[in-house]
């Protein structure tokens, strides 16, 4: 495992005033409900405006609409938008991991079909995985495709689908093969899938969560019949394509930055209160941690530049970015004293509200941290 | 440059893994000086690394400093590497001819000027190694850059003093006369070399953190209890994952630190690494200790090796809070929204 970190070129860093200059012309989509996880919060136009600057898909091939510029690249665009809090939820997926999915596995139809039309902003995915009874035991899942004449017949359900209403496909990952009875043939027999959101027999409800959000949803496949060309990558293979997603899903700076502008609205705050002179040692710690998390990412991002897939490090990202979101509103609220709440006229009671009660989400999205630990245990040789 | 590093760091910790069964380290515990040691390292030009290659040093600059201090963190080497290195860095930047003997390094407090000839004896407080030492290092501060002198030993009253790793971090009251010539450091304040130091002891708690965390999946996978090894326990795993986390933040902080060397970002990314490692160091001992139990526990045991100097050295140079207040009055006192284009800021390279 290595974090070998990296200083970022003056080409890379040019994006940067590039974004703020497009984010101070397009100021009005930064509002105070999507500063926080802004990266849930969905909007089709500023997507769309993301598409036109060139912007999503930035790593992908030319001849699929894509920028071919250099995952860095791509990194100093995305933590912009993030530490600023853009709401670029609608084409997350698509453009961190659907994307590369499909430039590793997919067939010369779907990459022609789908990059180009998420590379626009107006093609949006969302990822099925977990189900009712398989939240951590991903291999467990239960959703089936049976071939049929032409394709495959879906049945099941999957839970926790942010985007789902949103989105017009959905990744799916079910299973193709009955599932083993043997431990160590358990990850076999697993298939990902294209589904047609708007295919017949397909039914979506939102799930409200206790921050208020509705990104998550419930999605029934009731015999929903998808094509033979919609299977993604190799029968059976599903399972070990999943794996390959998750270092562009764990290691990225979504998973330190959810929450940045809390802190930055904290610091402007205690500038010039009287918990200023106690604030510092807080403030400077948090900072530390974030400039390290950074660095951390950086090389993680250098890293899948190089070809490689960084896994264990990725989660180690994970992990230790997610923690530090957690703790910010937690420890910012010793010095920065406010009752939170949703509808307050100060922008900071909304901030921390907004923190508070969408922090438990922040461990337990793309793997929770206790299965990430056992992860890096096996990575050390404990398992 | 990747080739010469590692063939570096092969051939160092070659020289370092002689000395792991030797009784160097009970020679320092008990006030002694590994002499066989220290002169090993000196006659490889170990102590040299930093100076450029028509000095003698490797041409690697602080970098290649810093990665001897790493590495010496890992094999809890019982010598001054950190004040050797930066000592010959100094006075090779002074133009001042590099001694034979063992060298270390301190700072007088601010506001105190240079005694010359009949002036008041000088006490400065925790110098590491004063007592073995043949020549100290001393700065000053300067108006634009800070200002050295090298003090024979015999020109000092010691008192004994250690840290809880058994290090010797002296008093030293230097006498009216002890300070001779005084050369400027171009370029280089007193609060850089501090930074410098503090950067050190960042990089000898990555080593011993790493140490750590391979002692600690060492015995994991080495102690049975009811029935199997205790590393297959989640409770166990869990926390060992933690540790290896707390490592990797503290040596991926010092080594972004050391790219910074030079450019405008140097200081700040030396605060992140000193507050980065103490964090680490405290986590890592109390995972180590909680896996190892009883055994790891006592004096006999190698595990302290690497946790007694975990605890020494965060203390060293600037705590944690030290540092993280200075870091936050630094971003205190950015404009308004000034936080993240300082975050992100970069001298081009």
Redesign the interface.
Not at chain 1, 3 to 10: D, S, W
Not at chain 1, 287 to 296: E, K, T
Not at chain 2, 323 to 328: E, S
């Given at each position: 495992?290595n974090?070998?970190?990296?200083?970022?070129?003056?080409t890379e860093?040019a994006l940067?005033l590039e974004v703020r200059k497009f984010l101070d012309e397009h100021g009005s989509f930064l509002t105070n409900s999507c500063a926080i996880d802004s990266w849930f919060v969905p909007s089709p136009e500023f997507s769309r405006l993301l598409g036109k600057r060139g912007w999503i898909g930035m790593t992908w091939p030319r001849q699929y609409g894509g920028g071919e510029r250099s995952y860095l690249e791509r990194y100093v665009v995305i933590?912009?938008l993030l530490?600023?809090g853009a709401p670029v939820g609608a084409h997350w997926f698509a453009d961190r991991q659907t994307g590369p999915l499909l430039l590793r596995f997919g067939t010369e139809e779907q990459k022609s079909f789908f990059l180009p039309k998420m590379v626009q902003g107006d093609c949006y995915f969302a990822i099925g995985m977990s189900e009712p009874n398989s939240g951590s035991d991903l291999a467990s899942i239960r959703t089936e495709a049976k071939r049929v004449d032409g394709g495959w017949e879906v049945t099941g359900q999957k839970i926790w689908t942010s985007f789902a209403l949103t989105a017009r496909y959905l990744v799916l990952l079910c299973r193709s093969a009955p599932l083993s009875n043997d431990r160590k043939h358990r990850h076999e027999g697993m298939s990902q899938f294209i589904v047609d959101l708007e295919s017949e027999g397909v039914t979506r409800r939102p799930i409200c969560n206790l921050a208020g959000e509705d990104h998550f949803c419930e999605v029934f496949f009731d015999n929903v019949f998808v094509p033979e060309n919609r299977l993604l990558g190799k029968e059976d293979e599903g399972w070990h394509q999943v794996m390959a997603e998750l270092a562009f899903e764990r290691s990225g700076p979504e998973r330190f930055l959810s929450n940045?502008q809390l802190?930055?609205e904290a610091?402007?705050l205690?500038?010039t209160s009287s918990s200023?002179e106690s604030?510092?040692?807080?403030?400077?710690?948090l900072?530390?941690?974030?400039?390290?998390?950074?660095?951390?990412s950086l090389?993680v991002a250098s890293q899948l530049q190089a070809g490689a897939l960084p896994v264990n490090?990725a989660s180690?990202v994970k992990?230790?970015g997610t923690s530090f979101e957690q703790d910010l509103a937690e420890c910012l609220r010793m010095v920065v004293a406010v009752e939170p709440g949703y509808d307050a006229e100060e922008r900071i009671s909304h901030l921390f509200s907004s923190s508070i009660l969408k922090a438990p989400s922040f461990s337990l999205r793309g793997g929770t941290r206790?299965i990430?630990?056992?992860i890096?245990?096996k990575g050390?040789?404990?398992? | 440059m990747n080739e010469i590093k590692t063939l570096i760091e092969n051939s160092i910790s070659s020289l370092f893994e002689n000395y792991r069964d030797s009784d160097a380290v009970a020679t320092m515990e008990s006030g002694g000086f590994p002499e066989k040691y220290w002169r090993d390292i000196y006659d490889g030009g170990w102590t040299r690394m930093a100076l450029p290659e028509e000095d003698g040093g490797a041409g690697m600059g602080l970098p290649g400093a810093y990665l001897l201090m790493r590495l010496s963190g890992y094999h809890a080497v019982p010598l001054p590497l950190v004040e050797a290195l930066l000592g010959t860095y100094l006075l090779g930047i002074a133009g001042v001819p590099i001694p034979e003997g063992m060298l270390t390094v301190t700072i007088a407090d601010s506001g105190v000027h240079p005694p010359g000839g009949g002036e008041e004896p000088l006490a400065i407080k925790r110098v590491p190694w004063a007592r073995h030492a043949a020549q100290i290092v001393v700065l000053f501060p300067g108006e634009h850059a800070a200002r050295l002198a090298l003090v024979d030993r015999a020109e000092c009253v010691i008192r004994h003093h250690v840290n809880v790793a058994g290090e010797p971090r002296d008093d030293v009251v230097l006498q009216p006369g002890a300070v001779g010539k005084i050369y400027e450091l171009p370029g280089i304040t007193t609060e850089r070399v501090s930074a410098w130091l503090a950067l050190g002891r960042a990089a000898q708690i990555a080593g011993a953190s790493f140490r750590a965390?391979e002692r600690t999946?060492g015995y994991?996978?080495e102690r049975t209890q009811f029935g199997q090894l205790i590393?297959?326990y989640?409770a166990?795993?869990?926390q060992?994952?933690?540790q290896?986390?707390c490592a990797?933040?503290a040596?991926?902080?010092v080594?972004?630190a050391l790219?910074q060397i030079d450019s405008s970002q140097e200081w700040?990314?030396i605060?992140?690494?000193k507050?980065?490692a103490g964090?680490a160091a405290g986590k890592v001992c109390r995972i180590a200790h909680a896996v190892h139990a009883a055994i790891g526990f006592t004096q006999e045991h190698s595990l302290q090796l690497s946790t007694r100097r975990l605890w020494a050295w965060r203390d060293e140079y600037g705590n944690?809070?030290l540092?993280?207040?200075?870091?936050?009055?630094l971003?205190?006192g950015?404009e308004?929204?000034g936080?993240?284009p300082w975050?992100?800021r970069?001298t081009?390279?």
């Open positions: 495992m974090f070998t970190p990296i200083v970022l070129t003056e860093n940067r933590e912009e530490a600023a940045f802190l930055a610091v402007d205690l500038r200023c604030g510092k040692q807080l403030i400077g710690q900072i530390a941690r974030l400039m390290v998390l950074r660095q951390m090389s490090e180690i992990d230790l206790e990430l630990r056992g890096l245990a050390l040789g404990l398992r | 965390l999946v994991a996978n590393g297959k989640q166990v795993q869990q060992i994952a933690e290896a986390e990797h933040a040596r991926c902080s080594d972004a790219l700040e990314s605060a992140a690494a507050i980065v964090e944690e809070a540092w993280a207040k200075t870091l936050g009055d971003c205190l950015l308004s929204g936080l993240w975050l992100t970069q081009s390279n």
